[in-house]
């Protein structure tokens, strides 16, 4: 039998981590424009998960959008309400690739409630 020699490992190049990133924006839901002002004093909620604010799921969206493409949407909500000092409490997300029926909404119940990803069919 003739010798083979190993397959040598293609070596990772920085464009396939950096198309990978892309890949995942460029599925990412759009944010829309919340409904008040960010000047609005109702504009107050920071999205931020503790103990007394817990973050609950529902199982619907879970499944519809994944745990990654919700938890990047939380991010950016905890960043925009860092920018502006607070958001309002209701946020909507539409999906850019029009393969999702509902828009992915993220609701901050304030202080003693929870945050919550959720479908509209959901509410």
């Known amino acids: 039998m003739a010798h083979v020699p190993p397959r040598a490992k293609r070596p990772?190049?920085?464009?396939?981590?950096?198309?990978?990133?892309n890949s995942l924006a460029?599925?990412?839901?759009?944010?829309?424009?919340?409904?008040?002002?960010?000047d609005d004093p109702a504009s107050s909620l920071r999205f931020e998960p503790s103990v007394a604010s817990p973050f609950v799921m529902t199982q619907a969206v879970a499944i519809t959008y994944g745990p990654v493409?919700?938890?990047?949407?939380?991010?950016?909500?905890?960043?925009?309400?860092?920018?502006y000092d607070g958001i309002d409490y209701l946020q909507v997300f539409e999906d850019r690739t029009d393969r999702k029926r509902e828009p992915l909404w993220f609701i901050d119940d304030g202080k003693?409630?929870?945050?919550?990803?959720?479908?509209?069919?959901?509410?």
């Open 69 to 83: 493409v919700i938890r990047q949407c939380l991010e950016k909500l905890r960043r925009l309400a860092q920018e």
């Open 26 to 38: 460029d599925v990412l839901p759009r944010l829309k424009i919340q409904e008040i002002s960010y």
């Open 112 to 123: 003693g409630g929870a945050i919550t990803p959720l479908l509209a069919s959901d509410y």
């Open 12 to 21: 990772v190049r920085k464009q396939d981590a950096t198309s990978s990133a």
